[in-house]
Structures are given as C-alpha cells and as structure tokens.
Nanobody, 126 residues
Framework: QVQLAESGGGLVQAGGSLRLSCAGP???????MGWFRQAPGKEREFVAA????????YYADSVKGRFTISRDQAKDTLYLQMNSAKPEDTAVYYC????????????????????WGQGTQVTVSS
C-alpha cells in the first residue's frame, strides 16, 4: 500500500518559520502533490500544490507570499516552507498525491487526490 508520511510539525511562535516534509514511497508516478489543512471545527482546505511535470505551483490566497511548496524528485519528498506563521495557520496539515491529470482548478480540490498522509499538527502561538 502506498504511503505518504508527513513530519516537521510542532509549535512555533507567530512570525516564526517551520518546514513540513512528506516522504513518498520512492515511486515517481505522481502527477501532482499538495498540502491541505484542517483546523478544529473547520473543513479541510487547500493550502498549496505543485505539478510534477513543469513544477507549476498553486497557493491559497491566505498563504500566498508566506508559504512555499517544493519537491525533491530524487528523494520523492514534498516540502512546505512556512514563513511568517500566523495563529490562524494552526491546523493539522496533510500531504496528498494525485495520479490523474489535473487542471488549474482541480489541483486545488480534495477529490483529485487519491493518496493521503496521516497528518502532522502545526500550532502557532500568538
């Protein structure tokens, strides 16, 4: 069974930085990978995504300019660099991978992703 494993979550002060990692199984058949997050009492929401062909990146407006998504193909590892963290960034962060073709709209949608990690908690203190 294909597994994605997130790491790097933790507690950070507002204005600080954190880097999340998501290790894949070493295969390279993904067409897109992304990060989603779910805060307490809220629905899971899109954070950022990257296409594996072309390396196009997409961000939610709430994180644009503060977060950076990237991927190391050789390591099959996805990253999310979180800078200028805010208390409203507090959530469980999930990485996800997609094996189907995506569009600029569908890449931000949960239903396109057929592989998910277990999540890692990020807490930003004020």
């Amino acid at each position: 069974q294909v597994q994605l494993a997130e790491s790097g979550g933790g507690l950070v002060q507002a204005g600080g930085s954190l880097r999340l990692s998501c290790a894949g199984p070493g295969r390279t058949f993904w067409l897109a990978m992304g990060w989603f997050r779910q805060a307490p009492g809220k629905e899971r929401e899109f954070v950022a995504a990257i296409t594996l062909i072309g390396g196009n990146t997409y961000y939610a407006d709430s994180v644009k300019g503060r977060f950076t998504i990237s991927r190391d193909q050789a390591k099959d590892t996805l990253y999310l660099q979180m800078n200028s963290a805010k208390p409203e960034d507090t959530a469980v962060y999930y990485c996800a991978a997609c094996t189907d073709a995506v569009t600029t709209i569908s890449i931000t949608r949960e239903y396109k992703y057929n592989y998910w990690g277990q999540g890692t908690q990020v807490t930003v203190s004020s």
